[in-house]
């Protein structure tokens, strides 16, 4: 499968814990997107890189989150000192010029 | 400002009856236009997208949306639902010279036997 991937596919932690989700993209992709969805909603952006250049940040994005993609290829999102509020899907998408094509994404539930 | 109104939230329908479900939005520049399914605990699949030219837009599994500027709106419709349609639908919007897409709410339809 040569789709865009993300792990983990389930993440449950404690109020205050720290965690790292990972996105491999489509491989010839050079743009990478974050999304957030929350129940009942659509997805919001969070950020994109062209490349390895982190090019836009959603006012979304407090100080305690931070995306990273290093060489280019895969991305990861860190979300520090976890609120119930963070409680998501977490959504990562790429494409190439035109349409984005996501990942099955990561569910984040913060107790 | 940009934003993306999807009127129904729900739309049951009949299998093999025909569905639309509507999407508007409003923009100052110009937009791209595209709708996503979401099936349970999944991401999202594009079913088809309006970037330029003809504004009747054919997609997968027998969708179809059409652009209308006058009336910003880009409907989806199929002739005939299937069970499998039964999914949540989004509509987003790309504003030219912007990154990121902007999405609506969705809409879940459901397809009954």
């Known amino acids: 499968d040569t789709g865009v991937s993300q792990n983990p596919r389930h993440k449950i932690t404690k109020r205050g814990q720290n965690v790292t989700f990972r996105c491999d993209p489509i491989?010839?992709?050079?743009?990478l997107y974050w999304y957030r969805q929350t129940l009942g909603q659509g997805p919001e952006f969070l950020t994109y890189?062209?490349?390895?250049?982190?090019?836009?940040k959603s006012r979304l994005l407090s100080d305690r989150f931070s995306a990273e993609r290093p060489k280019g290829s895969f991305s990861t999102l860190e979300i520090q000192r976890t609120e119930q509020g963070d409680s998501a899907m977490y959504l990562c998408?790429?494409?190439?010029?035109?349409?984005?094509?996501f990942g099955p994404g990561t569910r984040l539930t913060v107790l | 400002a940009q934003s993306v109104t999807q009127l129904d939230s729900q739309v049951p329908v009949f299998e093999e009856a025909p569905v639309e479900l509507r999407c508007n939005y409003s923009?100052?520049?110009?937009?791209?236009l595209f709708w996503y399914v979401q099936y349970p605990n999944q991401g999202l699949q594009l079913l088809l997208k309006?970037?330029?030219?003809?504004?009747l837009v054919k997609g997968i599994n027998g969708f179809e949306a059409e652009f209308n500027k006058s009336q910003t709106s880009f409907h989806l419709r199929k002739p005939s639902v299937h069970i499998s349609d039964t999914a949540e639908y989004f509509c987003?919007?790309?504003?030219?010279?912007?990154?990121?897409?902007?999405f609506g709410t969705g809409t879940r339809l459901t397809v009954i036997p």
């Open positions: 998408a790429s494409s190439l010029s035109g349409a984005e094509f």
């Open positions: 491989s010839e992709h050079n743009r």
């Open positions: 890189f062209q490349n390895e250049a982190q090019l836009e």
């Open positions: 923009s100052s520049v110009s937009v791209y």
């Open positions: 309006y970037l330029s030219g003809s504004t």
């Open positions: 987003a919007v790309r504003q030219t010279g912007a990154n990121n897409l902007f």
